[in-house]
């Protein structure tokens, strides 16, 4: 059972505008929120997380929202930068050792 | 860069054949874990270790098993390799933390013929 779901492959957005990448999840014991970026043939790198007694995020251009009654959260880029392009993992934890990720969203950012 | 080694980078291997994968960490961390990646399923948790010769099952542990002899090393071994092992292999570690997130190797791509 996939309990962390992101239903958009794929995003392409314009350089200087905004990408918003979203994630839905089933599982109401996670606590913890993670996005990795991953460029191809490396390992994903952690980019930013969010605990669930917060609602936002901010990290310089990033910031992550998270919504818990729709448990959904997403994660904004602004302004996108073409060196940006990369798949967006999103991830969640129960406080356990079983961190579940989504499929991930291929973002394009085009100049 | 977190200091995490992965070898080999890419393998093929026959179908039947043992493969063992190695991930060798320099940061002396706790918690050590081994995910595959798929096309449509993300990255899926394969075995972790929460210390020497302290390993569990991940959700997709079939077919796999694990060793950890020292800190520092977690081997990932398919006694008998299937075309559905085919994937990428990502060790990742941390330093176990509740909510710390983990850091990945550059990953093993392993084509089972």
């Known amino acids: 059972d996939q309990q962390v779901k992101q239903n958009s492959p794929s995003l392409s957005v314009q350089e200087g505008r905004i990408s918003i990448l979203n994630c839905d999840y089933t599982?109401?014991?996670?606590?913890?929120f993670l996005w990795y970026k991953k460029y191809p043939a490396e390992g994903p790198t952690f980019l930013i997380s969010i605990s669930s007694i917060k609602d936002k995020n901010e990290d310089g251009r990033f910031t992550v929202f998270l919504n818990k009654s729709a448990k959904h959260l997403s994660l904004h880029i602004v302004p996108s930068q073409p060196g940006d392009s990369a798949v967006y993992f999103c991830a969640a934890s129960a406080g356990n050792n079983d961190m579940r990720f989504g499929a991930g969203t291929r973002l394009t950012v085009k100049p | 860069d977190a200091g995490i080694t992965q070898s080999p980078r890419h393998k093929v291997t026959e179908t039947g054949t043992p493969v063992t994968l190695r991930c060798h960490q320099t940061e002396n961390h706790r918690y050590m874990y081994w995910y595959r990646q798929d096309p449509g399923h993300g990255l899926r948790l394969i075995h972790y270790s929460y210390g020497v010769k302290d390993t569990d099952k991940g959700e997709v542990s079939d077919g796999y098993s694990v060793s950890r002899s020292k800190t520092e090393d977690f081997l990932l071994t398919l006694e008998s390799a299937t075309s559905s092992q085919t994937s990428v292999y990502f060790c990742?570690?941390?330093?176990?933390?509740?909510?710390?997130?983990?850091?990945f190797g550059n990953g093993t791509r392993l084509t089972v013929t």
């Open positions: 599982n109401s014991m996670f606590d913890y």
């Open positions: 990742a570690i941390s330093a176990g933390q509740a909510n710390s997130p983990l850091h």
